[in-house]
């Protein structure tokens, strides 16, 4: 609805009505495209793509390479997901970033039969003096002790099949281990290690060697007959909630609006996706929208597995990193955060062909005006006003006709669904009518009709605001605010799940 004509016929009433609640400020109303107190810097993304040379420098250092130890119980639970590096530090064991709040879904790994694996390498050391040597690779989950009465491939990979996340197990013998030929109750030196990824037998550097034979000087641990077996087909990992998955991206992302990566134990997209929502807000961009993980193979061996952070959703086109030098990207999968608000920061509305524009209806919002108030809400289309792209919404009489709180509706309801966390999160500014003039800008945010908060920031620049509600389904968004001559700005909203 082009609402310049509207704006040309009652320019002439909104002219005479002029001073009525000017602040003596020499105000120029929003609508007849006055020049803001003071300009924002431009939202730019300059500088904020991908440090993908911070993330092939870490992932040389990084070690989280692992095996079945010597010294370890058998049958210990998987290793949970952890961090192993956060935006090129390290991050010690001990004092993990808590993921305790993140839940790792077993991804639904249906019932295996043993025909469902096959053998990535085989074993050598049948010689007494033949040695050979356990896999020491990511990934690593638990290991298991099976019977050694046979070579028993078979109930190794019904225990890969039991265990969450497995693909991969590593079977050998490991002598001279008292432990293992006195103490635990399998009485076996068969282990079976488990593994959430594949492995090579480029990866057998655990020849053993230690003294653990019960009595000093006594022979040293040695390994033999140590083979590798994975499973046949790899389904795609469930998408996290709240997400939606990108087609392929072959490459990991080269993106704008990059906050920062993590390296994660295993390939973990579920972990990737509660370090995302989890992350703290980009002041210019928000929260974060977007991840990319994958899994950086070097020299041929999988390293390390990286959760990379956008605060703006990135696609297939910038998915160009392949690798650098000896660094391969592989498994690359980008996951978009699921906005239930659709053409939240106004871009919907142009002015076929002119730079400045206004309305109260679009396809997505309305913007009302209580009784006898005019314009009290209005959408703009005109870049000097928004905060990203080109257009923006306003609170406040925006010819100046009166000082009645304006409404902006989102024009239908959303897909929420009930009992389920959503935060609710937008950009608000309130500079356009300069300190003065701004004093009683405000902004109250309603869900379902109710009013589950309010700003009141006076004069204020461009700023992130965020509240959390819980889904009631279908439910409903309303914005309420301002007071001419003191404005309210608002853009880039976004309802996502918590
Ligand atoms: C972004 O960087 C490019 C190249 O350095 C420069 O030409 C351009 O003006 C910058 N844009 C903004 C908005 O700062
Ligand atoms: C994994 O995390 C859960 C929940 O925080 C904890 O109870 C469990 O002990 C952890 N398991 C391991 C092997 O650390
Ligand atoms: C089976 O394991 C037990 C315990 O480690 C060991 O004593 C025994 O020699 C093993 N048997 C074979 C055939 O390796
Ligand atoms: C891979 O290349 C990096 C940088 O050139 C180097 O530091 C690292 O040692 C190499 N790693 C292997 C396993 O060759």
């Not at 007849?32 to 992932?59: E, L, M, R």
């Not at 990511?138 to 099949?161: E, I, K, M, Q, R």
């Not at 020849?207 to 389904?235: A, E, H, M, N, R």
Request: net charge negative.
């Amino acid at each position: 609805m082009p609402s310049l004509t509207r704006f040309l016929a009652f320019s002439t009433v909104a002219v005479s009505l002029v001073g009525k609640y000017s602040c003596d400020c020499g105000l120029i109303y929003p609508a007849f495209q006055g020049v803001p107190a003071s300009n924002a810097d431009p939202y730019n993304f300059n500088g904020t793509s991908t440090d993908a040379n911070s993330i092939a420098s870490t992932a040389f250092r990084v070690n989280q390479k692992s095996g079945a130890s010597t010294n370890a119980p058998p049958n210990l639970p998987a290793a949970n997901t952890t961090v192993t590096a956060v935006d090129g530090d390290m991050v010690i064991p001990v004092s993990r970033r808590s993921l305790s709040s993140i839940r790792t879904i077993d991804n639904d790994i249906s019932r295996r039969t043993n025909s469902d694996y096959e053998q990535v390498f085989g074993g050598t050391g049948t010689e007494f003096e033949d040695r050979d040597a356990a896999i020491i690779g990511t990934a690593y989950l638990t290991y298991t002790l099976v019977s050694n009465s046979t070579y028993n491939v078979g109930d190794c990979l019904s225990f890969c099949d039991a265990t969450a996340g497995c693909v991969f197990v590593n079977l050998y013998y490991e002598f001279n281990n008292e432990m293992l030929d006195h103490v635990y109750s399998q009485h076996s030196n068969l282990k079976c290690a488990a593994y959430g990824d594949v492995h090579s037998a480029e990866e057998k550097i655990n020849f053993g060697g230690q003294s653990l034979s019960g009595t000093p000087d006594g022979p040293l641990t040695y390994v033999q007959q140590s083979s590798g077996w994975t499973i046949k087909s790899f389904g795609d990992p469930s998408t996290p909630e709240g997400y939606d998955p990108l087609p392929d991206l072959g490459g990991a992302n080269e993106a704008p609006g990059y906050m920062g990566f993590v390296f994660l134990n295993k390939y973990d997209v579920d972990a990737c996706a509660a370090i995302c929502n989890a992350q703290d807000p980009d002041d210019v961009g928000g929260s974060c929208k977007y991840f990319n993980i994958w899994r950086a193979v070097v020299d041929g061996v999988p390293t390390t597995y990286t959760c990379a952070l956008y605060y703006i959703p990135a696609d297939t086109s910038t998915a160009i990193n392949y690798g650098q030098g000896n660094l391969t990207v592989t498994q690359s999968r980008g996951y978009k955060r699921i906005t239930y608000v659709l053409d939240g920061g106004f871009e919907d509305y142009t002015c076929d062909g002119l730079s400045f524009c206004y309305t109260d209806t679009t396809a997505g919002w309305l913007a009302s005006s209580p009784k006898d108030g005019y314009y009290d809400a209005s959408i703009f289309h005109y870049q000097p006003y928004s905060h990203s792209g080109e257009a923006v919404a306003l609170l406040g009489s925006a010819t100046g006709h009166d000082n009645y709180p304006g409404m902006l509706t989102y024009g239908s309801s959303l897909s929420t669904e009930a009992g389920v966390k959503y935060v609710i999160e937008f950009f608000h500014s309130s500079f356009y009518s300069g300190r003065e003039g701004e004093v009683d800008a405000f902004v109250e945010v309603y869900w379902n009709g109710n009013l589950i908060g309010t700003i009141r920031p006076g004069y204020s620049q461009w700023k992130y605001y965020k509240f959390e509600v819980v889904g009631q389904g279908n439910d409903e968004l309303d914005f309420r605010g301002g007071k001419a001559p003191s404005y309210d700005f608002i853009d880039d909203i976004f309802v996502m799940q918590a």
